[in-house]
């Protein structure tokens, strides 16, 4: 009877053990979590982005950004693909996002191709953080392991995306440490992931008050880009100016030099180098080391992608990534 009872007990503490496994690993991310289920997904994925960033260099830096925009609200669950629903409004046409954010079709053509290669398995979330390394990779900057195991949201909110989680251009460095300290970000995570400015594009309203109103910038580079940006509210607000003048398209070290020489596109950009700030020495030392910076880039992004994802049973595999299933 006792040994009975001491083998059922026994039995009980595996099934407790192994539901207590089977849990804990279901919450974690890795790098291998599709080596079985889609082992061809990371060619899948960097066949369409490859031949996006082919047609328009820009597209690498739009296609980063949405895992940024994503990652920042309510953590990297892919809520920032869906549309408005009867149900619910979604991010795309919050104030960081509307008429900014883009890429969302090429993101349409790396899920469908996904699909094809392994149907209902690969979220729409961990599209977007295999889509942003290989843009980075393709423009000449560092790679990483991918960790994978992210699920979908099944819903979006444009409350969220709007409470100011995404840093504004206007912000002060005070508040993009706050903003990136509440997504688990340091200091050192904050300058290395704003060095993916050195590829991509503004529009006019975001560095409008910077150039016509600010002192802390080379007089040239403001003239310049006065001539795309005139300083009527209304008048250009469209207008696009490339992050980096010297290589627009080429993920290097040139935009920590342009902050150096007060050629900060953005006033969230420059106030990472003015006048003796906390940050002023990363931007000196990622100017010049690439492999610095590029080290310190590929760590921040997978922090970054440690924010908050939906994993085990939470959240869905979306079959389209613009709705839930």
Known sequence: MASGRSSSLCSIWVIVLLLGFTGSSSAQLSTNFYSKSCPKVFDAVKSVVQSAVNKEKRMGASLLRLHFHDCFVNGCDG?????DTSSFTGEKTAG??????????????????????????VSCADILAIAARDSVKILGGPSWNVKLGRRDSKTASLAAANSGVIPPPTSTLSQLK???QAVGLNERDLVALSGAHTIGKA?????????????NIDASF??????????TVGS??????PFDVQTPDTFDTAYFKN????????HSDQILYNNGGSTDSLVKTYSG???????????????????????GSNGEIRLNCRRPN
Do not use: H, W
């Open 222 to 231: 403001a003239k310049a880009r006065k001539s795309q940006c005139p300083s």
């Open 96 to 121: 960081p996002n509307n008429n900014s954010v883009r890429g969302f079709e090429v993101v349409d053509k790396i899920k469908s191709q996904v699909e094809k290669t392994c149907p209902g398995v």
């Open 79 to 83: 809520s920032l693909l869906l549309d």
């Open 259 to 266: 902050l150096i020489n007060q050629k900060g596109l953005l």
């Open 178 to 180: 706050t903003r990136f």
């Open 236 to 241: 250009g607000d469209n207008n696009l100016a």
């Open 289 to 311: 080391s690439a492999n610095t910076f590029n080290s310190d880039f590929a760590k921040a992004m997978i922090k970054m992608g440690d924010n908050k994802p939906l994993t």
């Open 203 to 215: 529009r006019c309203t975001s560095f409008r008050a910077r150039i016509y109103n600010e002192t």
